[in-house]
């Protein structure tokens, strides 16, 4: 059975890493192209071509996430079929190769996979997307996005005041971009404003510098309400709001590592703000990488199908529409579970529930039936 399996995996690594190579040439080529109007633009003085094309390579750990799962299911179907088109695969069943024997070989192969993907999008994607920024940030700037036209807005509470804050932009040395602080009593009404034009988050605390806050006496005061404006170089404002969690709200949140997203989630509810939308996004990067272990399954009834006469490329073609399908089903819960307010793991894991139970139905037809 080791030389089976080594046979299998051998096969199966070689034609996911093939399609891999592939998908990622193409989106290396149109991420290229998208670039190269911002080269030589005023603005970018000094981005050049070899500046867009790392930049360009920067972005590849990211779409590997992204494509790892389907070339998983593209490469596993082209081998499963490859082989019972040469009849191959019927020496190996009688070989000693049962069908719950593969089924346990591909999902172990699968594990694999499962672990390449999530170590992938937790640790090489986030840190290759930070250099890509950091490096584009040399020419323009800025390294985060803002949201619309406001920004960024994150919300705590500290005794019996809460605070609103808003947040332009994030810079490249990871300072914040002319941060607003509101400040609301016990009784919900505006009693100060901080504003700054910029800010560093240090050691449980913003350090605001140039900051200029306006206090508010207005409450029984009649026709004396009065504004109090102070000046400082730099102004400490103590606060749990940490940099990854500016990160998450200015980026987006299927950009961000698991643990960052679970401590923003645990942010907003403890500050009484909805988190449907993270918590949803924090359940899909959690199943998402075992949905490596679905293609595996989906691939495997193609090595009981009989075609000789016929070429692979139609079932490898159904293949890729099977894999579309089930990303085009996963962003779908997604929308309908946050407008429908479902429960996020459900909503994460119900397309792969659903595609393991119609290909392992599938599989079991199969085998019953041969």
């Known amino acids: 059975m080791k030389t089976i399996r080594r046979l299998i995996y051998t096969e199966v690594l070689k034609a996911v890493a093939f399609v891999a190579l592939g998908f990622l040439s193409l989106f290396f080529f149109f991420d290229f192209v998208d670039e190269l109007g911002d080269i030589g633009k005023p603005d ?36 499963m079929a490859r082989l019972a088109q040469s009849s191959e695969y019927t020496i190996l069943r009688t070989s000693g190769l049962g069908p719950w024997r593969a089924l346990r070989s591909l999902l172990v192969l699968g594990a694999g996979f499962v672990v390449l993907t999530f170590a992938i999008g937790d640790y090489v994607a986030p840190a290759a997307d930070r250099a890509a920024q950091l490096l584009k940030a040399r020419f323009q700037g800025d ?64 350090v605001l510098y140039e900051a200029e806050r306006q206090h508010y006496e207005t409450r029984n005061a009649g026709d004396k309400a009065r504004v109090f404006t102070t000046m400082s170089p730099e102004l400490r404002w103590p606060t749990t709001l940490t940099q990854e969690m500016v990160s998450v709200a200015l980026l987006k949140p299927d950009r961000m590592p698991t643990i960052d997203l679970f401590e923003y989630i645990r942010h907003l509810d403890a500050n009484g703000q909805t988190a449907q939308r993270y918590e949803i996004q924090f359940w899909r990067k959690v199943f998402y990488p075992l949905s490596c272990l679905v293609m595996v399954v989906l691939a495997l009834p193609f090595a009981y199908l009989h075609f000789r006469q016929s070429g692979i490329t139609t079932y490898v073609f159904g293949g890729v529409l099977i894999g579309i399908s089930f990303f085009l089903l996963n962003n779908v819960f997604g929308y309908i579970g946050n407008l429908s307010n479902w429960l996020p793991w459900l909503t994460a894991a119900a397309p792969g529930l659903i595609y393991s139970v119609v290909s392992l139905a599938a599989f079991g037809w199969l085998v019953l039936r041969r």
Request: charged share 15%.
């Open 44 to 79: 970018t003085l000094g981005y050049g071509a070899p500046q867009a094309l790392a930049y360009v390579a920067l972005l590849i750990p990211s779409h590997l996430y992204e494509l790892l799962p389907i070339a998983v299911l593209i490469g596993t179907i082209f081998v």
């Open 143 to 206: 390294v985060f996005a803002t949201i619309g036209t406001t920004g960024a807005w994150l919300k705590e509470k500290q005794d019996d005041k809460s605070y609103a804050v808003n947040v332009n932009s994030m810079n490249r040395d990871g300072s914040l971009r002319s941060p607003r602080i509101f400040v609301f009593d016990a009784q919900g009404f505006v009693s100060d404003q901080i504003s700054a034009s910029s800010a560093r988050a240090v050691d449980g605390a913003w």
